[in-house]
């Protein structure tokens, strides 16, 4: 029987409730929103009380199914000011399934100024003051979590700038092999430092993986999807050899890859950070080249990247934050940008949004274009340490843009544009203008079917059926999203057929229901609406849902492009 925990800060109190009748087709995205538009009162101040944090596994977490153990985390954003969600792998999806919770929702504020950790086991949810680990790095954080149990629970955690509310503030969730995994963007981190919630643990012992009503179509619909990951050359060849990093020399070719603070679309260095520089540095360094980030995943597109002398250095390196460090940030040294990886998922804050800022900090003439060394040295002495400069640094791309009078600041809706650039690839621009999230390209990744034609083929330089291309992704990520199952999987969805069939015979077979391909575009449109009404409470309006003018009066080398599209034309997005 699924359940719903609620967590009240205010009083220290827990209660596990029935799941209301309206959540109950719901998972992932699809109810951490919902829970944000029902419970969150729009207006209300992000790092404030009446703010909710929302954890929850998807549809199919916990089952057997390949890549199905993300975890969603949705609040009201404190750096766009509308409704976000964000996930992660990790181990925390699969165990809160298996206990048969549906959400966690984190409310209140406690009165005085302690910090606490929670711990979820099986039938009992408790609060406890916490001393011992606050100001704790993720890593270390999480080795002493599993000591303090004695076995390998799940944890979802903060690091000092999430203590600290700075913007750019990420969650960590801890993968199998005790790495780091971040629900990235949208400030989540900040808002689980203002309900002084240092650590989530979670114990499943005494659970049994999910069991579907049927078993046996389950196995069968899984045994298909399984293979078509497999069948497809991205998911089954591309990500699993080279990881995300393969898309660095793809991006520069096409001329989309933002290099120098969105000045051009090609980066001299391009080689030395590629996916194939990576892959090979990897290699020979004796470290994994193909790796998980939660149980089950078939892709395996992360990776183990050790030092020159063969320790750890990092893991989930992937291509944004590459690009983000390297072409926009003009760092070569994969090494630096490696060192800066480990730090910020150490410290607790995204990768992109960190990656933009610099871009924009070093226009500003804080630091110099290509200096990876005074990256690590800001992370480590600034940002994680909460000076004045490292304050202003971690409140992100906007905050730094405003406090050094900089105009080129790439932002929607105050969230940092990510890895490519939108008047060169201009299906996934209007992703970054239109989704409630605020720039981010996993709302709708038209750069598959813009660069890698997935799913067909839309030129990236022409605005001709860019509208309709990336309303079509948003709808059916938003269904995704809420299934728990990782992004990559639409690469096979948007090629071969039998990989949606499959996914939604997963989905009948788990619930012994009988949902058609329609009913799930039929929820990921009410997924967006929902979010896209929030946002309009909230105070965001059409003007919100549109690039920073530098797009429309600086053309993009080398194809010399501009961002081209009108009010009107962007407002048809809502069309549907
Ligand atoms: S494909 Fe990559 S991001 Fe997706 S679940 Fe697997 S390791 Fe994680």
Partial sequence: MDRIVRINMTNLTTSIEPVPAAWVGLGGRALTSTVVATEVPPTCHALGPSNKLVFAPGLLSGTAAANS???????????????????????????????GIKAVIVEGQPVDDKWYSVHIAKDAVTVQEETELVGTGNYDLFGRVHSRFGLPVGVISIGPVGEMRMLTANISVVDPDVHVRSIGRGGLGAVMGSKKVKFISIDDTGTAPVMPKDAVKFKDAAKVFAQTLLDHPVSGQGLPTYGTDVLVNILHEAGGLPTRNFTSGQFAGHDKISG?????????????????CH???????????????????????????????????????LDDIATADHIMDDIGCDSIETAVM????????????????????????EIGKGSALGRILGGGA??????????????????GIPAYDPRAVKGIGVTYAMSPMGADHTSGYAVATNILSVGGHVDPLSKDGQIELARNLNIATAAIDSTGMCLFIAFPALDIPACLTSLIDMINARFGINLTGDD?????????????????AAGLSKEHDRLPE???REPLPPHNVVWDFTPEELDSFWNF
């Fill in 69 to 99: 153990g993300r975890i969603s985390a949705g609040a009201k954003s404190p750096l766009t000011g509308g409704i976000k969600e964000s996930n992660a792998g990790g181990t925390a999806a699969r165990m809160l399934a298996k206990l």
């Fill in 358 to 381: 610099f871009g924009v900090a070093m226009e500003a003439g804080v630091l110099k274009f290509g200096d990876g060394k005074e990256v690590v040295r800001m992370l480590r002495e």
């Fill in 550 to 552: 530098f797009f429309s």
């Fill in 398 to 415: 906007a905050n730094v843009g405003r406090v050094y009078g900089i105009t080129r600041v790439p932002v929607v809706k105050n969230q």
């Fill in 276 to 292: 194939e520089t990576m892959h090979a540095t990897i290699v020979a360094r004796g470290g994994e080249p193909t790796h998980t």
């Fill in 295 to 333: 149980p089950g995943c078939q892709i395996q597109c992360s990776q183990v990247y050790n030092d020159k002398d063969g320790k750890y250095l990092t893991s989930g390196f992937e291509y944004e934050t590459i690009w983000g460090m390297g072409a926009d940030c003009c760092i070569e040294d």
């Fill in 520 to 536: 799930v575009t039929a929820l990921g449109k009410s997924v967006l609406k929902t979010e896209h009404e929030f946002n309009l």
